[in-house]
């Protein structure tokens, strides 16, 4: 992956958020499961993103959240060395904060390929912050080299998480939030997995997990927090896995750890 790539990949950004902005107050919404939420902005960026991403690299997959895009082939999955490359795209993180008119949502959009995320770029319209990475070069805020915050002491940090949509009290999830909530200095709730990973990426945020996301809402900030510093592993500590994104990433090995211990107990401790 190369700075070829990553214009495209930035100017298909752009023309997924113009989309968004152009619909942020007369967007249509609708529910494709409960509590999840789903615009016709969504689909609209999604069309603009795959069109300028498949009409400039022919021949590679497109993953996608919506319109049925949402399994790579078995190829791309394996990394098979014959594989081609695969957009990995959510036009709209943070549909939610979206349709309520909040700050905090992105289109995102990561190369796989050989096995690996390779490149992503995260675009904020609201707050025009473009992140940027690509394997080996840095990642780059608005061009500006971004790095992780070094913090190692759990009680200094502030902490982001990610639920799931429908989450009971009585979820394994709560019992993880409750053990960090006790020992960080604060933990949000932000409602944007790509841009909690820039945040970690650009030392606003200390450390994030997720154990309900999918491929897409990760695939891009995975790249950049990567190049950024960061550790990412598994939320209990084994290997990321890019398909199935169940994860904590961290701005330095010592913090990392910390939270890895308390997030492998499900019950509150």
């Given amino acids: 992956m190369d700075q070829h790539h990553l214009d495209i990949a930035i ?18 919404v609708r529910e494709k499961a409960p509590k999840d939420l ?43 060395d014959d594989a081609p490359p695969c957009w990995v795209v959510d036009p709209l993180d943070g549909t939610v904060n979206y349709v309520h008119r909040l700050q905090s949502f992105a289109v995102s959009i ?9 490149l992503g770029v995260i675009y904020d319209p609201v707050s025009g912050e473009m992140f940027t990475a690509f394997e080996g070069g840095g990642a780059f805020c608005n061009g500006k080299p971004i790095k992780v915050s070094g913090q190692s002491d759990l009680s200094d940090s502030l902490v982001a998480c990610s639920f799931p949509a429908g989450i009971k009290k009585t ?42 996301v999918s491929p897409w809402d990760s695939a891009a900030g995975t ?28 701005g330095s090995l010592p913090l990392h750890q910390s939270m890895v211990a308390l997030l492998k107990s499900d019950s509150i401790t």
């Fill in 38 to 80: 789903v615009t016709d902005a969504d689909l609209a960026s999604q069309e603009a993103v795959r069109k300028i991403l498949l009409d400039a690299c022919e021949g590679y997959a497109f993953v996608g959240e919506e319109e049925g895009e949402t399994q790579p082939p078995d190829a791309v999955r394996k990394g098979d």
């Fill in 223 to 250: 790249v950049i927090a990567r190049e950024a510093g960061a550790v990412i592993t598994a939320y209990d500590g084994g290997e990321f896995d890019d398909w199935n994104p169940r994860f904590c990433v961290s």
């Fill in 110 to 118: 990561g190369l796989y390929a050989k096995g690996k995320m390779r």
């Fill in 171 to 212: 979820d394994p999830e709560v019992g993880k939030f409750v053990n960090v909530l006790e020992q960080c200095r604060s933990l949000r709730r932000l409602g944007s997995c790509a841009l909690n990973m820039c945040y970690v990426a650009a030392g606003r945020l200390d450390s994030y997990w997720a154990t309900a």
């Fill in 11 to 28: 100017r298909a950004a752009r023309a997924g958020a113009r989309e968004l902005m152009a619909r942020r107050d007369d967007r249509v």
